[in-house]
């Protein structure tokens, strides 16, 4: 039990470290390049700077106040231990923006530059995040609700869409269909820096994971409710003990590698559990398969 408390409390100062060093590129992407040049890449963060131009409010606050709704929302739908890392990831890099924002120097210069480093350095922050099985709210938060809701639709074409939204209501408050363009680009750079980081060059792979335990049906429903992940169940013998049990196969990003091996541990600290890579995966929530 003290190693259990240990191993917990090591994967939290783990995690706060890279809230912290993620909410550092944020500060610099927001408060150096995109809020001091009229760009609002999407998301709660865009719809906050925004406001910030409008009536001056702190960019961090706003993010925190319109985080809470979709919280209790996300609270309600999915349970309270599914939002715990998102509403910590949430506080650190709201207030990591408004304390760094009085020291980061802004930069005037090329919007097209500002787009490019601006929406890099939001991506990487992001990814630093995502690596930790949390998310900073807002825009996937949302589109993750909305998709228990219209499972026909994508998770990539509900975040689009809530972004777009926010984007189009950034051009008409900047009076500058520039800026609402320059957010698009912002946009497609972070979205394409947090693949890389998160699944390298090929959205299509990922790691495979086999999961031994006593407690299979506990993990397996986990993983269904808190990652909506599919989980295989394989009849499975041990060879030393000749005892008959029960194997979980499951196919995931990388990035919710993390969220697994912690939900396995903590269900069942015993657990027998394999990470493997998966050189391509096509399907459902991953690449669409090949068409001839």
């Known amino acids: 039990m003290l190693g259990t408390e240990k191993s917990r409390t090591g994967r939290a100062v783990v995690d706060m470290l890279f809230f912290l060093a993620g909410g550092a590129l944020l500060a610099v992407s927001i408060k ?5 040049n009229e760009i609002a890449p999407g998301g709660v963060t865009g719809f906050a700077t925004v406001l910030n131009h409008l009536f001056g409010l702190p960019i961090g606050v706003v993010v925190i106040l319109c985080n809470i709704p979709i919280f209790l929302w996300a609270g309600w739908e999915l349970g309270a231990r599914a ?3 998102t509403i910590a990831a949430t506080v650190v890099y709201s207030v990591m923006i408004d304390l760094l924002g ?3 120097p802004p930069y005037h210069g090329e919007r ?3 787009s490019v480093f601006g929406g890099a350095l939001e991506g990487a922050g992001l990814s630093l995040a995502f690596m930790r099985g949390a998310t900073t709210g807002g825009t996937d938060m949302v589109a993750r609700l909305l998709r228990r809701r219209f499972r026909h639709i994508s998770m990539g074409k509900l975040m689009l869409s809530v972004d777009a939204c ?10 500058s269909l520039e800026s609402a363009l320059y957010a698009f680009i912002a946009i497609f750079i972070s979205t394409k820096v947090i693949d890389t980081i998160l699944y390298g060059t090929d959205v299509g792979t990922g790691k ?11 993990i397996s429903d ?3 409710q808190d990652l909506e992940r599919g989980v295989t169940k394989l009849a499975s013998r041990g060879a030393y003990s000749g005892r008959e049990g029960e194997m979980l196969l499951c196919a995931v990003r990388r990035d919710e590698v993390y969220a697994i091996h912690e939900i396995v541990m903590e269900t069942d600290p015993g ?3 394999i990470v493997g890579e998966a050189g391509e995966i096509s399907g459902e929530g991953f690449r669409r398969g090949r068409t001839e």
């Open 102 to 104: 009085i020291v980061i």
């Open 166 to 175: 926010i984007v189009i209501f950034s051009g008409f408050a900047y009076q």
């Open 271 to 273: 657990a027998f559990l």
């Open 208 to 218: 495979i994971l086999y999961i031994i335990s006593e407690k299979s049906e506990e």
């Open 112 to 114: 097209i530059l500002v």
């Open 83 to 85: 939002v715990v890392k």
């Open 32 to 36: 150096m390049f995109t809020a001091p």
């Open 222 to 224: 986990r993983i269904l």
